[in-house]
């Protein structure tokens, strides 16, 4: 994933201080909704790389040899750093599930209004962000199924880091972001969510806390220059999305398997993945 390389550690803001006082219950209604949200979904737990462009059938079939088992792919989305995929269709989708691949299907659209990476300036959420998050869903399942991704899939919704104490661009990203989740899940899809571990995720995390409705049901995100962590992430409380995780704890690492070299992001994964029909 392009994204800028740093994840902000940022101080308490009022909105999580706030959290820390909210009564129980309200955290309980958000991971049931977590749980209900997760049914009839294909799970998996192992390792995963992710690329910014789609690799071919015959690399794919080369690094079965690696200890990947996953392989994350920039579907659609008008923010995407690599907009051409050459391999990438339905044929291939299919294929590589075949040869044993479970697929993580990204969709990188608008980013929040006060996204810090320069190249993603260009893309971002506008002055209706529900309607945008609305139309944005639409297209992520739309695209989903045209490459033979069905309904049961998690499609990972992907938000760059943004400043999350901006209170004004943090409510945008909320509303655009819950829109998204609310079309994604009114169309039988998993919405995911990838960000982050210090803003996007934090920020899921503080609105988790808060009661808030409409939340990604799996959280994919991003910590790097560490080893796998899925549970031990300062951002997310360890019982939060159980078992609807992925850490993304390296990044733009060249690996070599089966004669073909590849500049990939490493994942941990103990979430859901896409169904293929």
Same mark, same amino acid.
């Given at each position: 994933?392009?994204?800028?390389?740093?994840?902000?550690?940022?101080?308490?803001?009022?909105?999580?201080?706030? $959290?820390?006082?909210?009564?129980?219950?309200?955290? +309980?209604?958000?991971?049931?909704?977590?749980?209900?949200?997760?049914?009839?979904?294909?799970?998996?737990?192992?390792?995963?790389? /992710?690329?910014?462009?789609?690799?071919?059938?015959?690399?794919?079939?080369?690094?079965?040899?690696?200890?990947?088992?996953?392989?994350?792919?920039?579907?659609? =989305? #008008?923010?995407?750093?690599?907009?051409?995929?050459?391999?990438?269709?339905?044929?291939?989708?299919?294929?590589?599930? #075949?040869?044993?691949?479970?697929?993580?299907?990204?969709f990188v659209g608008s980013q929040s209004p006060? *996204?810090?990476?320069?190249?993603?300036? %260009? *893309?971002?959420?506008?002055?209706?962000?529900?309607?945008? @998050? !609305?139309?944005?869903?639409?297209?992520?399942?739309?695209?989903?199924? $045209?490459?033979?991704?069905? +309904?049961?899939?998690?499609?990972?919704?992907?938000?760059?880091?943004?400043? &999350?104490?901006?209170?004004?661009? $943090?409510?945008?990203?909320?509303?655009?972001?819950?829109?998204?989740?609310?079309?994604? #899940? @009114?169309?039988?899809?998993?919405? %995911?969510?990838?960000?982050? +571990? =210090?803003?996007?995720? !934090?920020?899921?995390?503080?609105?988790?806390?808060?009661? *808030?409705?409409?939340?990604?049901?799996?959280?994919?995100?991003?910590?790097?220059?560490?080893?796998?962590?899925?549970?031990?992430?300062?951002?997310? #409380?360890?019982?939060?999305?159980?078992?609807?995780?992925?850490?993304?704890?390296?990044? /733009?690492?060249?690996?070599?398997? @089966?004669?073909?070299?590849?500049?990939?992001?490493?994942?941990?994964?103990?979430?859901? *993945?896409?169904? &293929?029909?």
């Amino acid at each position: 994933m392009r994204r800028l390389k740093l994840t902000f550690a940022c101080s308490a803001t009022i909105l999580a201080a706030l $959290a820390t006082l909210l009564v129980p219950s309200a955290v +309980a209604d958000a991971g049931q909704e977590e749980r209900a949200a997760a049914v009839a979904v294909t799970p998996f737990k192992g390792a995963a790389f /992710d690329i910014c462009n789609t690799p071919s059938l015959a690399a794919m079939r080369a690094w079965r040899s690696s200890p990947y088992r996953a392989v994350g792919i920039y579907y659609a =989305g #008008r923010g995407r750093h690599c907009p051409v995929q050459r391999n990438l269709n339905k044929s291939w989708v299919t294929q590589v599930h #075949r040869m044993g691949w479970r697929v993580l299907p990204v969709f990188v659209g608008s980013q929040s209004p006060c *996204v810090y990476a320069q190249n993603k300036k %260009g *893309v971002r959420i506008g002055k209706q962000p529900a309607k945008q @998050g !609305r139309s944005e869903g639409g297209q992520a399942v739309q695209a989903a199924r $045209a490459l033979g991704i069905v +309904a049961g899939s998690a499609l990972y919704l992907d938000l760059e880091a943004y400043n &999350i104490g901006n209170a004004s661009c $943090a409510r945008t990203t909320l509303d655009f972001v819950r829109a998204w989740n609310r079309e994604v #899940r @009114g169309r039988g899809y998993l919405p %995911g969510f990838y960000s982050s +571990a =210090g803003s996007g995720v !934090r920020h899921m995390e503080q609105a988790r806390l808060a009661g *808030v409705k409409d939340l990604p049901a799996a959280i994919w995100f991003a910590r790097w220059h560490t080893g796998p962590a899925l549970y031990q992430e300062a951002s997310l #409380r360890k019982n939060a999305w159980q078992h609807m995780r992925i850490h993304q704890y390296a990044g /733009d690492a060249a690996e070599s398997h @089966g004669g073909y070299r590849l500049l990939v992001d490493r994942n941990q994964v103990d979430g859901p *993945v896409a169904r &293929i029909g």
